[in-house]
């Protein structure tokens, strides 16, 4: 982010902070994008180095076509050999990124159950980074009843690329992995959406992740995303069998976990404190206090995304009840005084790190604003759902 400022104030140039983080970004070819910009500011120079849209549905229907292969293949040996599906038990469950700031409190959950073995692994290497022997287990068929795909790397400035095995690739393991045993289920966590993403398809959604500032970040996460429910619209069988959970921002409680002071919710509470006012044009969109169920009826939607609780309204009346007065204004003009806010503080400012987020809620400062939703860790998970006992991995 300084580098950014730095460049955008002595250069008058502004580049993104993906083309920061790109992988093949050097010092010359900043320079170049740097000295192109400074030359025309009315169009996108040929030479500058973007971080380029990436063809999400194109990634999708390369990933896919593996995926879509190994489902006629088990459609044809069921012919031959009969369906061997069991009852479901839900009693052994692999678990990714248990270490996770969210994994951890599904975990914690797991652990009323009786034992526990941790696997070591690393999910951008091939079959997880796990041992043979671990890798036999999984994919035996027998010993896993449960996956539940909750590892990702989290990071707002890597690209596509960088991010890509770690949020993709797995993802597509797994899915085939479940998909080969006829009793096991997947459920896989997601993002956060918005009230109206559910309508939109994935042409829609592509479209708008092909900005140039667009977060990498989200492109994996819809890419594997849109695999899942490609698969699940594939076989009837399959869809009862596969979940895709839709949280919203994941914050601490009082009485279990903690807040995490550099995510992006409690750095912008901060910024509002500071300046003493807060974004009313978003004051109605919903904050989730639900705890998440999980539905494994035939006919029941893929995604389960949580639409309930609390508004950012209350959030502010807390706020200020704690002895942070806060005006209400709208999003243009609270979007220039935190600017200023930033401006003036410099990198000792709460959102600097990821000031460059700011520049994509214009959009909401002149239009429609849409809900964004909040969920509390400790609740996200029962492991009644599809857990009954025994061993989780």
Same mark, same amino acid.
């Given at each position: 982010?300084?580098?950014?400022?730095?460049?955008?104030?002595?250069?008058?140039?502004?580049?993104?902070?993906?083309?920061?983080?790109?992988?093949?970004?050097?010092?010359?070819?900043?320079?170049?994008?740097?000295?192109?910009?400074?030359?025309?500011?009315?169009?996108?120079?040929?030479?500058?180095?973007?971080?380029?849209?990436?063809?999400?549905?194109?990634?999708?229907?390369?990933?896919?076509?593996?995926?879509?292969?190994?489902?006629?293949?088990?459609?044809?040996?069921?012919?031959?050999?009969?369906?061997?599906?069991?009852?479901?038990?839900?009693?052994?469950?692999?678990?990714?990124?248990?270490?996770?700031?969210?994994?951890?409190?599904?975990?914690?959950?797991?652990?009323?159950?009786?034992?526990?073995?941790?696997?070591?692994?690393?999910?951008?290497?091939?079959?997880?980074?796990?041992?043979?022997?671990?890798?036999?287990?999984?994919?035996?068929?027998?010993?896993?009843?449960?996956?539940?795909?909750?590892?990702? +790397?989290?990071?707002?400035?890597?690209? $596509?690329? &960088?991010? /890509? %095995? @770690?949020?993709?690739?797995?993802?597509?393991? =797994?899915? !085939?992995?479940?998909?080969?045993?006829?009793?096991?289920?997947?459920?896989?966590?997601?993002?956060?959406?918005?009230?109206?993403?559910?309508?939109?398809?994935?042409?829609?959604?592509?479209?708008?992740?092909?900005?140039?500032?667009?977060?990498?970040?989200?492109?994996?996460?819809?890419?594997?995303?849109?695999?899942?429910?490609?698969?699940?619209?594939?076989?009837?069988?399959?869809?009862?069998?596969?979940?895709?959970?839709?949280?919203?921002?994941?914050?601490?409680?009082?009485?279990?976990?903690?807040?995490?002071?550099?995510?992006?919710?409690?750095?912008?509470?901060? +910024?509002?404190?500071?300046?003493?006012? $807060?974004? &009313?044009? /978003? %004051? @109605?969109?919903?904050?989730?206090?639900?705890? =998440?169920? !999980?539905?494994?009826?035939?006919?029941?939607?893929?995604?389960?995304?949580?639409?309930?609780?609390?508004?950012?309204?209350?959030?502010?009346?807390?706020?200020?009840?704690?002895?942070?007065?806060?005006?209400?204004?709208?999003?243009?003009?609270?979007?220039?005084?935190?600017?200023?806010?930033?401006?003036?503080?410099?990198?000792?400012?709460?959102?600097?790190?990821?000031?460059?987020?700011?520049?994509?809620?214009?959009?909401?400062?002149?239009?429609?604003?849409?809900?964004?939703?909040?969920?509390?860790?400790?609740?996200?998970?029962?492991?009644?759902?599809?857990?009954?006992?025994?061993?989780?991995?």
């Amino acid at each position: 982010m300084s580098l950014m400022y730095f460049i955008s104030e002595r250069f008058g140039a502004k580049i993104s902070m993906q083309q920061l983080m790109n992988e093949k970004t050097s010092i010359r070819s900043l320079a170049r994008s740097v000295g192109n910009m400074q030359e025309t500011v009315s169009q996108r120079p040929k030479n500058s180095l973007h971080a380029a849209s990436v063809d999400t549905i194109a990634e999708i229907n390369r990933h896919d076509s593996r995926i879509s292969q190994h489902q006629v293949k088990i459609k044809i040996a069921a012919m031959v050999e009969g369906d061997p599906t069991k009852g479901i038990t839900g009693s052994t469950v692999f678990l990714t990124g248990a270490s996770g700031y969210m994994g951890t409190q599904i975990l914690r959950q797991l652990l009323e159950h009786r034992q526990l073995d941790v696997w070591v692994g690393d999910l951008s290497l091939p079959r997880l980074g796990l041992d043979s022997t671990n890798w036999d287990l999984l994919t035996d068929g027998k010993s896993v009843d449960v996956i539940i795909h909750n590892g990702v +790397a989290v990071h707002w400035a890597k690209s $596509y690329h &960088a991010l /890509e %095995a @770690t949020n993709v690739c797995s993802t597509v393991d =797994l899915l !085939v992995l479940a998909l080969s045993s006829p009793s096991m289920r997947f459920v896989y966590v997601s993002n956060r959406r918005t009230a109206d993403s559910e309508d939109q398809t994935e042409e829609d959604v592509a479209r708008s992740l092909v900005h140039v500032d667009s977060i990498a970040y989200s492109q994996t996460k819809f890419v594997s995303e849109a695999l899942i429910k490609r698969a699940a619209g594939r076989d009837a069988c399959a869809s009862r069998r596969l979940a895709v959970v839709s949280p919203g921002y994941v914050v601490g409680t009082p009485t279990e976990g903690i807040g995490n002071a550099d995510d992006y919710v409690w750095r912008l509470v901060a +910024a509002c404190i500071r300046v003493g006012a $807060y974004n &009313a044009d /978003e %004051a @109605t969109a919903t904050i989730i206090k639900s705890a =998440l169920q !999980v539905s494994s009826e035939a006919g029941s939607k893929t995604v389960r995304p949580i639409m309930d609780g609390i508004t950012w309204g209350g959030i502010w009346s807390i706020v200020s009840g704690m002895g942070h007065p806060l005006r209400a204004m709208s999003a243009r003009e609270w979007l220039g005084v935190v600017r200023a806010d930033i401006q003036q503080e410099g990198e000792r400012h709460p959102l600097w790190p990821l000031a460059h987020i700011l520049d994509r809620q214009k959009v909401q400062a002149e239009g429609k604003v849409k809900e964004c939703y909040i969920l509390p860790a400790s609740r996200l998970f029962r492991a009644s759902y599809w857990v009954n006992e025994s061993t989780i991995y």
